[in-house]
């Protein structure tokens, strides 16, 4: 079954056809880094707009690529939440007429569902149930996959995510958008003791997380120094918050291991890309036997090709949407 999938939900316009669920036929993304760049992050108005101009050409050149046309596909997929709502609007509604023209069945799917696929086409043998570790820009989840359409939520943050706790450090020290990713890529050789910042814990709820008070942390001693003309070494800074971000994140994980006894972890979203996070979580999963499925960097971030994945299992499961599809910013992965 080959099912062209559509992703709008931040700042990538994004489309592929994927084969049942698991061989990648073609992936096309536009970024829009470029833009909003100008503004230290993502600015909605504009990515909607620019979702809009360039969504056509995207969709094309995914079926070029896999030189298919739309006579081949049997199903389209689209992000439906959460997300950006005016971002989410365009490829929904896009994806709704390409539906209607075609007659061809519309599948809604999840944004963060569809990080989790991302590892189906990466390790073809990986099946539910397993532990997923969801870390995005407005999310982090720990997540039970029951099944590939069945979750259960076992842990998620009480305030920030951690991809915003690193993008607003990141943003205050200095590194340009998207924080997270430019920190990562400068402080590689930073001393990640150089700062004693906090370790947040969410008194009785174990396996939640909270940023907010390291973020808090961060930015105090930004402005202390400041304020007194003090320099700061924002590459030992920015090791430290990488440190004790991936830090609450892996011991978590462990947590969540132990208390569901499952031994196969994967990791999702675009946090997963961070190289501090990636060599914790191979420890503490070698450390203690467990199997680590990590996606390549080309699929950590926003891309179609998962929702083409996630869109097939959807199918399998009987979920279809109509004309009536709406967008929505929030869901919870196990709606
Ligand atoms: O999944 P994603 O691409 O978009 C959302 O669904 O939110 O995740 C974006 C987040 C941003 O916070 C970005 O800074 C972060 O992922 N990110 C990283 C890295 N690459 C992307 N954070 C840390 N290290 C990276 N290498
Ligand atoms: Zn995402």
Request: proline share 4%; glycine share 8%; net charge negative.
């Amino acid at each position: 079954m080959k099912i062209l999938a559509i992703e709008t939900s931040c700042d990538e316009t994004a489309a592929a056809v994927v084969e049942d669920g698991r061989k990648v036929l073609s992936s096309t993304v536009a970024s829009q880094i470029d833009e909003h760049i100008k503004y230290g992050g993502v600015v909605p108005e504009i990515a909607s707009r620019m979702h809009s101009e360039c969504i056509t050409a995207i969709v094309r050149a995914a079926l070029y690529k896999a030189e298919l046309t739309l006579t081949d596909i049997d199903a389209i997929a689209v992000t439906f939440a959460p997300g950006l709502i005016g971002a989410l609007l365009v490829g929904v509604n896009y994806a709704k007429g390409l539906s209607y023209s075609s007659g061809l069945p519309l599948i809604p799917v999840h944004h963060l569902r569809a990080h989790i696929a991302a590892n189906y086409i990466s390790s073809p043998d990986l099946k539910p149930p397993f532990l997923a570790l969801v870390v995005s820009g407005g999310h982090s989840h720990l997540v039970e996959v029951k099944d590939y359409t069945e979750f259960k939520i076992l842990g998620r943050t009480r305030d920030d995510a951690a991809g915003e706790a690193l993008d607003k450090t990141a943003r205050a020290m200095g590194f340009p958008y998207p924080g997270g990713a430019n920190m990562d890529k400068s402080c590689k050789d930073g001393n990640p003791n150089a700062f004693a910042l906090p370790r947040p814990h969410v008194e009785g709820s174990p396996l939640d997380f909270s940023f907010s008070g390291l973020k808090t942390a961060v930015l105090n001693i930004i402005n202390n120094a400041n304020q007194k003309g003090e320099k700061i070494n924002y590459e030992d800074l920015g090791a430290s918050v990488m440190a004790r971000v991936a830090d609450c994140l892996v011991e978590n994980t462990l947590g969540a291991a132990k208390l569901s006894g499952l031994k196969e972890i994967v990791l999702a979203g675009g946090v997963a890309a961070n190289s501090v996070l990636r060599n914790k979580i191979t420890k503490m999963c070698s450390e203690n036997n467990f199997e680590l499925f990590i996606p390549p960097l080309s699929l950590c971030g926003d891309n179609a090709a998962m929702i083409g994945s996630q869109g097939f299992y959807e199918f399998l499961a009987g979920k279809k949407a109509d004309l009536n599809l709406n967008a929505f910013a929030t869901m919870d992965i196990d709606f």
